[in-house]
């Protein structure tokens, strides 16, 4: 069962509700009850990433003689 991500246009809550996408329709805030929400497609999730890291650094005391 796939899972979607949502945020209520009436308060502003962020839910995941896991459903068929034939009945994503039918997804209701959790909070407030509300049918107004907006979809989010977060498919490639950023949070977490190596920005900046140095994982791929040569090692310093390369000795070729
Ligand atoms: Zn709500």
Known sequence: MP????RC???GERFT??????DKDKATCPACGSKKLQ???T?????????GGGGCAAPAG???S
């Open 39 to 41: 979809q989010l497609f």
């Open 17 to 22: 509700v896991k459903m068929s996408w034939k």
């Open 9 to 11: 246009q009436e308060c």
């Open 43 to 51: 498919g490639i999730t950023i949070l977490g990433g190596n920005s």
């Open 3 to 6: 899972t979607y991500d949502f």
């Open 62 to 64: 390369s000795s070729f």
